[in-house]
Nanobody
Framework: VQLQASGGGLVQTGGSLRLSCAAS????????IGWFRQAPGYEREGVAC????????HYADSVKGRFTISRDNAKNTLYLQMNNLKPEDTAVYYC???????????????WGLGTQVTVSS
């Protein structure tokens, strides 16, 4: 399993970013997949997940209404559209395969290098 997140950067409060995750070496559309994040000194926090077919999504309460997860199975790519960003969204974001997309805060299986998102106040 290989997962490579990209698209992070520095943005002001209220700004937007779109993260991408390129997946390879596994059957992408057979797997639920999601995002978690980790800020320095904090535990990992689930952000969102999406089922293999893309018909089921779940979000952490902290990002609901601001973030949108999606996937393009033809391109083996996962996305996270992040709008109305806040300083507390600052973290390294990782894409991860998941056993099931039921609960965003657990079930992470494999992940790769993350991408840094920094939101300035």
């Amino acid at each position: 399993v290989q997962l490579q997140a990209s698209g992070g950067g520095l943005v002001q409060t209220g700004g937007s970013l779109r993260l991408s995750c390129a997946a390879s070496n596994f059957t992408f559309d057979d797997h639920a997949i999601g995002w978690f994040r980790q800020a320095p000194g904090y535990e990992r926090e689930g952000v969102a997940c999406i089922s293999g077919g893309g018909d089921i999504t779940h979000y952490a309460d902290s990002v609901k209404g601001r973030f949108t997860i999606s996937r393009d199975n033809a391109k083996n790519t996962l996305y996270l559209q992040m709008n109305n960003l806040k300083p507390e969204d600052t973290a390294v974001y990782y894409c991860t395969t998941m056993s099931l997309c039921i609960y965003v805060h657990a079930g992470w299986e494999f992940w790769g290098l993350g991408t840094q998102v920094t939101v300035s106040s």
